[in-house]
T-cell receptor, first 113, second 112 residues
Framework: NAGVTQTPKFQVLKTGQSMTLQCAQD?????MSWYRQDPGMGLRLIHY???????DQGEVPNGYNVSRSTTEDFPLRLLSAAPSQTSVYFC????????????FGPGTRLTVL | SQKIEQNSEALNIQEGKTATLTCNYT??????LQWYRQDPGRGPVFLLL?????KEKRKERLKVTFDTTLKQSLFHITASQPADSATYLC???????????FGKGTSLLVTP
């Protein structure tokens, strides 16, 4: 199993550009989520999904869109990047059963100029 | 609003000693609490989960306690080693467990 994979590892964008951060998992997990991590702020939940076709907002959803067309993939879209979106982004997945431990990807470091 | 608080100050301890990290929470009635480890430049890694009806949980040199009256969890690493140096994150459920809400983490440095 590859676990949770994220691409790209690094990305530099200009203000106003759009891009999609990719996340995939091969563990057949129903739950997937996106977090951003900023110095001094910890991990903050952006969006999450409880299964294909079902998504919901987390703590900091503004400026981000998600969709979940398959169990495996959960892309995060930035429609018009802003410097405030400079951060490290982590994708996570977990089973829907009684064990809620999450598996995290390696992260994408995004810089918006 | 729901809050999770971890000591923001780094914890420096000597190799061989026991490290104790604290996680306090408010406006939660959690069914369980989790601890994660994060190394620089990497994603968090799950360590332990403790349920509300469990007072203590152990895994090798790790021990977690959970006091739902005090709304506090303590995370202990016994016989600490320099390889234990990392940031440790406490997490509670977000929206009935569909995702996680994390504390800001406590940095642990174990010196030889």
């Amino acid at each position: 199993n590859a676990g949770v994979t994220q691409t790209p590892k690094f990305q530099v964008l200009k203000t106003g550009q759009s891009m999609t951060l990719q996340c995939a998992q091969d563990m057949n997990h129903e739950y997937m989520s996106w977090y951003r991590q900023d110095p001094g702020m910890g991990l903050r939940l952006i969006h999450y999904s409880v299964g294909a076709g079902i998504t919901d907002q987390g703590e900091v959803p503004n400026g981000y869109n998600v969709s979940r067309s398959t169990t495996e993939d959960f892309p995060l879209r930035l429609l018009s990047a802003a410097p405030s979106q400079t951060s490290v982004y982590f994708c996570a997945s977990s089973y829907s059963g009684t064990y809620k431990d999450a598996y995290f990807g390696p992260g994408t470091r995004l810089t918006v100029l | 609003s729901q809050k999770i608080e971890q000591n923001s100050e780094a914890l420096n301890i000597q190799e061989g000693k026991t490290a104790t990290l604290t996680c306090n929470y408010t406006n939660y009635s959690p069914a369980y609490l989790q601890w994660y480890r994060q190394d620089p430049g990497r994603g968090p890694v799950f360590l332990l989960l403790i349920r509300e009806n469990e007072k203590e949980k152990r895994k090798e040199r790790l021990k977690v306690t959970f006091d739902t009256t005090l709304k506090q969890s303590l995370f202990h690493i016994t016989a600490s080693q320099p390889a234990d140096s990392a940031t440790y994150l406490c997490a509670l459920d977000w929206d009935s467990g569909y995702a996680l809400n994390f504390g800001k983490g406590t940095s642990l440095l174990v010196t030889p």
